[in-house]
């Protein structure tokens, strides 16, 4: 089945900088690819997504990157805000349903 | 619309005790996730349903997990009995388009005593 890697876990930018965060996918099959934030204490919510037939995507200060080759597809944050403090979930899909999740990304904006 | 709904907002039980948690998915969607989250674990998917028959039910730990969908407005997911490794917060998600984004519920917090 498919797994999702994503790194780092922990990542603490300063207001007004820029945040990366990569994962890596095992299923070659997989074209649908979610992006969810989720602050403390609440659901996760999505906020950007890209499909295989697509190599970015951008909405605002975000853009979704995707490297079909390699299997790497990767969430940056321009201009960072105290807002965007939370953990970031990337995920996989091959178009069966079933989204798989990585482990999560807890981003610290600092002041 | 008022989206996914979930009850309870918290549940707080004894080993040993049954725990139903309920899900009302949107409207039209016909895809119907529960996933349970933990710190070490993160999100994973114990089993969903499309047209309310469940179609992945591996994730679901074992016996003592049980999920229905007895219609397209309501599912229920068991606890039977409950152990304290349960304690942990359940999502219900859910889906309209094949391999689209899904919208959460707020999730049960459950923790077993």
């Known amino acids: 089945g498919e797994n999702v890697e994503q790194h780092p876990s922990t990542l603490s930018v300063q207001e007004g900088d820029s945040a990366v965060i990569k994962c890596t996918y095992s299923d070659s099959a997989s074209n649908y690819f979610p992006w969810y934030k989720q602050e403390l204490g609440k659901r996760p919510q999505l906020i950007i997504d890209?499909?295989?037939?697509?190599g970015e995507k951008k909405d605002q200060r975000i853009a979704v990157t995707l490297n079909k080759t390699a299997k790497h597809f990767s969430l940056h944050i321009t201009e960072t805000q105290p807002e965007d403090s939370a953990v970031y979930f990337c995920?996989?899909?091959?178009?069966?349903?079933?989204?798989?999740f990585g482990k999560g990304t807890r981003l610290h904006i600092l002041p | 619309d008022a989206g996914v709904i979930q009850s309870p907002r918290h549940e707080v039980t004894e080993m040993g005790q049954e725990v139903t948690l309920r899900c009302k998915p949107i409207s039209g969607h016909d895809y119907l996730f529960w996933y349970r989250q933990t710190m070490m674990r993160g999100l994973e998917l114990l089993i969903y349903?499309?047209?309310?028959?469940?179609?992945?039910d591996s994730g679901m730990p074992e016996d003592r997990f049980s999920a229905k969908m007895p219609n397209a407005s309501f599912s229920t997911l068991k606890i039977q009995p409950s152990e304290p490794r349960d304690s942990a917060v359940y999502f219900c998600a859910s889906s309209f388009l094949q391999g689209g984004g899904y919208t959460f519920g707020s999730g049960t917090r459950l923790t077993v005593v």
């Open positions: 349903f499309n047209n309310n028959v469940p179609i992945d």
């Open positions: 890209i499909r295989s037939n697509v």
């Open positions: 995920a996989a899909s091959r178009g069966d349903d079933k989204i798989i």
